[in-house]
């Protein structure tokens, strides 16, 4: 039985996430725009050793600009209506799941919705964690708010039953891992991209301060350190590999009970192995002479396309056992 | 899958004379193994994989539907022959794709296996000599003291030996010096990982060598036995003896299905009874997610469907009564059904075949003369035939589907439709020689697998230690600390230098700096006069300090 004024809660819910992130966004905008006005102990840094400096990691006051406290407070701004959103986008899933009486992964607007949360809920402990990890927010949220938005548009399903295939504890087990794992590697996948970003900076500065030249001020100087934005990815995409190789085996186990066999190398399960690949050579790669730091960042920006492939493409065009909730 | 090359001996500059041909080939041999067990070849091994795994998935494979792969061939007739010969619709188990994995894990074989040996050693040797220079290590701290060397180090060895270090004290050539391990299972992590990737490819490749899996429509009312020549499709391993499968009959008495409001699916039961070696049957409910397991078999319900029931009344007098074939759900929501009844035999007298072909709906409604279904449950069965009389071609020697008529007989002009009707249950339509065909009433029928898998448990084993391994590799901490102590410059008490060296872990400072403390603070209590004070702390080179995955 559907409680519909819960499920229009949800729905309502969702909006209302969706307008914190942006409030959040602008938020982080601002801070990025007003920290700038205090700079210079990095290029001076930069200038001196002709290379790009790498200040120690865990110590971010050393190399980075100092910051107004009108940028701090705008940031202190950022990060509070993250976490309102979060509330609200946690309340979307709650009241679903309330509305329907089941849990509120049982299709793929609901899947997606709460995968976008658990990235959001990962970037906030990293955030609240490490603050100097705080300035990837705006290249967090705007993906997160582009990604609600075309969830509201073209995933949303009405709040209903499950099918009968889904009705089983496994859905608790493999669903909820495979969105933990995903909304992981989301973050992880962000961090590698401004990982890339910022070595393209740190290269543009270094040849800047070679020839004499000052390279322009820009917005990406307040990213975190290339060392912290690698060190970021790979800690996220070691703590969400387990998480993933746990939901694939736990989709092994409910396939079995489900469909005959634990492995049928049904379209789902084949992009999973594949992204399970992709990010066991991430892993690899980061170890591996010649392939540390950008290749190995691409490699893991591959995982992510691989994931949202999966997510996408395989339940919207092609046909397999994990079609469910209309798409 | 070596992280890092380890340091190989360098071939002779320039040999005396010219190497045997067999050196040459052995040596040529070694290179191609060493190239093959690099990390670099089974990143690019990986790589491949996943790109060979991709056309799996964007093209129809036999492994999942083999009339998916038809309709291919036949709308495709230029490149899909090509693809074809590619194994581009059997990916899986094409010849390319096992070079893939095969060279892959033999790289991961030449490369965990001395790991493992080298792994298993080390298990049984002490930690390794301290380096010359503790303050060139990550971290490293001189800590000077009152205390007697010895003494010194007999504190920081119970320091360690509390974190559950392993630890060894030797006579250095710079003085007295202590070593410690510790986080030993995060290798064994790596080689239990990596072998539990080869176990489990043994259990999967078991499992296809020696497991089947029949299925078959079987109506309420009916069973079958769990034999190849019972089962509508079949498939099954090389070392599969037909002979040789579990004696197990099942028999399906009631199937169910129950919908929501909305008409979702809920769930399909079916009451079974099945038996095993001729014991006395047993009774039980299989649905989805919930089969039955019984001596290593497997029996699923994988879908359901109607079988419209006809009778046909000849005009010389002749009746046929409950005749029926099954009629598959071309829409899983609304249940309409499609197939076709062959009546090959219309009784002495008669050389005529008959067909009906159709659209069964459990729930019809017609919309301008066309035959729809609007509800999944059998509330208001109809159906939509065609009716054939003539000849079906089933002694022609070529096989023919159950469920579609053969086109052929119908473009030869051998096969007739001879009547088009909507019926609801109980009517009937006359065909043209007099002949009545009836519409009288709907079976419900259950699609059931029976797989059998030996491998399974091996696999599920195996990746359940494949997890262990992961966890081992990537949460445990492998940390060496070393320890020195000297006389101090200044002539009085002793200088303790200690250094420590982590994979795995980022936040190396604050341990280390607790244990630093510690060991003064012990220091401080062994000595009478509390005058220890920090001497230096320093950061060395930071090492690569996150974790080799393998």
């Known amino acids: ?327 | 899958m070596t992280a890092t090359a380890p340091p190989r001996p360098a071939a002779p500059a320039s040999p005396p004379s010219p190497p045997s041909p067999g050196r040459r080939v052995a040596g040529r041999l070694l290179r191609w193994w060493r190239q093959l067990t690099a990390m670099r070849t089974a990143l690019i091994l990986l790589f491949l994989l996943a790109v060979a795994a991709i056309p799996g998935s964007l093209l129809p494979q036999r492994s999942l539907s083999r009339s998916d792969v038809a309709g291919y061939l036949a709308e495709y007739p230029t490149i899909g022959p090509w693809l074809d010969r590619l194994y581009l619709f059997d990916v899986f188990s094409s010849p390319w794709f096992a070079a893939i994995y095969l060279l892959l894990f033999i790289s991961l074989i030449g490369c965990v296996v001395p790991r493992a040996i080298e792994h298993g050693r080390s298990l049984f040797t002490p930690p390794p000599t301290a380096p010359r220079h503790l303050q060139r290590l990550p971290e490293s701290a001189a800590l000077s003291t009152s205390l007697a060397g010895p003494a010194a180090l007999d504190v920081v060895e119970e320091e360690l030996r509390v974190r559950r270090f392993r630890v060894v004290r030797r006579e250095g050539r710079s003085g007295p010096e202590v070593s410690a391990e510790k986080g030993y299972l995060r290798e064994t992590g790596n080689v239990l990982f990596h072998l539990s990737l080869l176990a489990l490819l043994l259990g999967l490749a078991g499992g296809k060598l020696w497991g089947y899996e029949g299925s078959i429509l079987v109506t309420e009312g009916q069973g079958f036995c769990n034999a190849f020549q019972q089962y509508d499709t079949h498939r099954s391993g090389p070392l599969v003896d037909g002979e040789d499968l579990s004696r197990l009959c099942v028999d399906l008495e009631d199937f169910e299905a129950v919908y929501e409001e909305n008409l979702t699916a809920a769930s399909y039961t079916a009451d079974i009874s099945w038996e095993l070696d001729g014991a006395d049957p047993v009774g039980t409910t299989i649905g989805v997610n919930d089969p039955l397991r019984v001596g290593g078999d497997r029996v699923y319900v994988t879908g359901h469907g109607f079988s419209p029931v006809f009778s046909i009344a000849r005009p010389d007098g002749q009746t046929f009564t409950d005749l029926s074939a099954p009629f598959l759900p071309a829409d899983l929501g609304t249940m309409l059904s499609q197939g076709v009844l062959k009546v090959p035999d219309l009784g002495a007298g008669s050389t005529e075949q008959l067909a009906i072909e159709g659209f069964l709906a459990p729930t019809g409604v017609l919309e301008a003369g066309f035959l729809t279904s609007i509800n999944p449950r059998p509330l208001d069965p109809k159906v939509g035939i065609d009716v054939y009389t003539g000849y079906l071609g089933l002694d022609s020697g070529l096989p023919q589907s159950v469920y579609a008529l053969d086109r052929e007989q119908i473009d030869r002009g051998l096969l007739n439709r001879v009547a088009r009707t909507n019926l609801a249950i109980g009517e009937s339509t006359t065909l043209p020689d007099g002949t009545v065909v009836t519409f009288s009433g709907l079976k419900e029928f259950a699609a059931l697998q029976v797989s059998h898998d030996p491998g399974q448990v091996w696999v599920l084993g195996a990746s359940i230690a494949v997890l262990v391994g992961l966890l081992g590799m990537l949460l445990v901490r492998r940390e060496r600390v070393f320890a020195r102590s000297g006389p101090a410059p200044d002539g009085g008490g002793t200088v303790l230098s200690i250094g420590s060296l982590t994979r795995g872990s980022a936040d190396t400072g604050p341990r280390f700096t607790s244990l630093t403390e510690d060991v003064q603070a012990a220091l401080a209590a062994r000595a009478d006069a509390p005058a220890s004070t920090p001497a230096a702390r320093g950061h060395g080179p930071a090492p690569d300090e996150e974790a080799p995955p393998s």
């Open chain 1, 1 to 327: 039985m559907i409680d519909e004024s819960l499920a229009a809660l949800s729905d309502t819910l969702f909006s209302i996430s969706v307008g914190l992130y942006s409030l959040a966004v602008v938020a982080f905008c601002a801070e990025l725009a007003f920290g700038r006005s205090v700079r210079g102990r990095t290029e001076q840094l930069v200038a001196a050793g002709g290379v790009p400096a790498q200040p120690p990691v865990d110590a971010p006051a050393a190399g980075e600009p100092v910051e107004p406290a009108r940028a701090r407070r705008l940031g202190l701004v950022a990060m509070v209506l993250t976490g309102l959103g979060a509330v609200t986008h946690a309340g979307v899933l709650v009241a679903r799941g309330m509305a329907t009486d089941r849990l509120p992964w049982g299709n793929m607007y609901e899947f997606a919705t709460a995968v976008v949360l658990v990235a959001v809920v990962a970037y906030l402990v990293l955030a609240v964690r490490a603050p100097s990890l705080r300035h990837i927010g705006v290249f967090l949220l705007a993906p997160v708010v582009l990604s609600m938005v075309l969830i509201g548009l073209f995933l949303y399903a009405e709040a209903g039953p499950l099918v009968a295939a889904l009705r089983s504890s496994w859905l608790a087990i493999h669903v909820s891992t495979a969105t933990i794992g995903f909304g992981i590697f989301f973050v992880s996948g962000i961090a590698s991209v401004l990982y890339l970003v910022r070595t393209r900076r740190d290269a543009t500065v270094a040849a800047g301060a070679s020839t004499g030249a000052s390279a322009a001020p820009s917005l990406l100087d307040r990213l975190p350190t290339a060392a912290a934005l690698d060190r970021t990815a790979h800690r996220t995409a070691v703590f969400g590999f387990p998480i993933w190789t746990f939901a694939v085996i736990a989709g092994a186990i409910w396939a079995e009970s489900a469909w005959g066999r634990f492995w049928g190398w049904d379209p789902k399960e084949t992009w999973a192995f594949i992204a399970w690949i992709v990010y066991a050579a991430y892993l690899h790669a980061r170890t591996t002479a010649g392939w540390r730091g950008r290749p190995s960042a691409w490699i893991n920006i591959v995982g992510l396309v691989v994931m949202i492939f999966n997510l996408l493409f395989v339940n919207l065009v092609s046909t397999g056992l994990h079609s469910y909730g209309g798409v």
